[in-house]
């Protein structure tokens, strides 16, 4: 039997979802969770959706679905996931997992306790460089230090992205978290034990950061330098990348190679730069791998666990940056 999708939003990432799910085999995209018809309406007629509701409730009133998928502003993560979660629907929520840890763990709770699958979609876990660049880290020994960027150069979102109720964070939450994931995957998902952090609100008027620096100590004791950032007037590169320095070598994304002390050991060879920053494979393979967790009863990677963890760093960057101290994660 074909499993059925439902989508919760009908905005940017939606779409992408949306054009994911089409991508897949035995799956039928079946309902649309959108506040707003004149959101709605559009794109279930884009992608030849039967069912449109505009509370979670009423998705879930009328059933018939096995999995929700979450892209809807952040400060709806948390309550949509645990009531999909309750009624036994498998998850995938968008990054950043939910506004703040507490959310985070009640939405591991409620996944563990209805046995519904949770997944976070920390979509840089599925990008081919990144894979790559992944799968060349014990060429470069030991580990010690990383250093990446989420960062928009004259540009940032607006609307509710900018409202600290609605999004909960800014350009941290947004563009730092993707930075801080891909650094602790490639590190092979370590411990935070301290973070230090000056975020700030430094080039418009709106309520949430625009501008970070986190450096994040794991329990492998390697360290992360992270940028944050939107409107910036310069970026390193592409919107997003990151650098790995081992003890033998070094390894980057964006181009991607990886080189020992003196000169270049392999290029991962893929078009650089790319057509699209953010391709459409990386979320197709992402939504591949949550239905193959539902369908092999696995805990996803990257899951409440990676989502929670991220949060924690998060939370205590803030902190950090209103203590003017560092802070130690238990
Ligand atoms: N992984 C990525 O590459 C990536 C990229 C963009 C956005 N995101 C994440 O996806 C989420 C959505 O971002 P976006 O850019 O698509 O935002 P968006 O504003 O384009 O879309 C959000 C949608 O949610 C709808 N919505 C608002 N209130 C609602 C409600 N109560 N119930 C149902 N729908 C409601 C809006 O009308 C809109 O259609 C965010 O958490 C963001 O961080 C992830």
Same mark, same amino acid.
């Given at each position: ?63 018939? %679905? ?34 703040? %840890? ?46 990446? /960027? ?51 609100? /430094?080039?418009?008027?709106?309520? %949430? ?73 990386? /979320?197709?393979?992402?939504?591949? /791998? ?41």
């Amino acid at each position: 039997m074909k499993m059925k999708i439902a989508i919760a939003g009908a905005g940017y990432i939606a779409n992408i979802h949306a054009q994911a799910v089409k991508a897949q085999k035995d799956v039928e995209l079946v309902a649309v969770v959108e506040k707003f018809p004149k959101m709605s309406k559009p794109f279930a007629k884009k992608y030849n959706i039967l069912h449109q509701y505009e509370t979670i409730e009423d998705l879930l009133k009328e059933g018939g %679905v096995d999995a929700l998928v979450i892209g809807t502003p952040n400060a709806l993560h948390a309550p949509q996931a645990i009531a999909a979660l309750k009624a036994g629907l498998h998850v995938m929520v968008e990054k950043p997992m939910a506004m703040n %840890v507490s959310e985070a763990e009640q939405m591991m709770k409620a996944s563990q306790k209805y046995g519904a699958r949770l997944m976070v979609a920390h979509c840089w876990r599925f990008d081919r460089d990144v894979l790559w660049l992944k799968a060349q880290t014990g060429k470069l020994g030991k580990i010690i230090r990383t250093k990446s /960027y989420g960062v928009h150069v004259n540009w940032g979102p607006s609307g509710w992205f900018t409202q600290k109720k609605h999004a909960g964070g800014g350009a941290m939450a947004d563009m730092g978290i993707h930075a801080l994931d891909t650094a602790r995957f490639l590190l092979g998902d370590p411990k935070p034990v301290s973070v230090y952090a000056k975020i700030g609100t /430094y080039y418009k008027n709106f309520d %949430v950061d625009d501008t970070g620096v986190i450096i994040v100590e794991w329990d492998n004791d390697a360290i992360s330098y992270i940028e944050s950032g939107w409107w910036q007037p310069h970026a390193d590169g592409l919107e997003a990348a990151t650098q790995l320095y081992g003890i033998k070598g070094f390894g980057q994304l964006f181009p991607t190679f990886i080189k020992d002390r003196h000169e270049r050991l392999k290029d991962a060879g893929f078009p650089f730069p790319r057509e699209e920053h953010c391709p459409q494979s990386m /979320y197709d393979d992402q939504l591949a /791998y949550f239905l193959d967790c539902i369908r092999r009863k696995r805990t996803p990677v990257p899951g409440g666990l990676e989502g929670l963890t991220n949060m924690r760093v998060v939370e205590a960057a803030y902190r950090s940056t209103k203590t003017h101290k560092v802070v130690e994660i238990g």
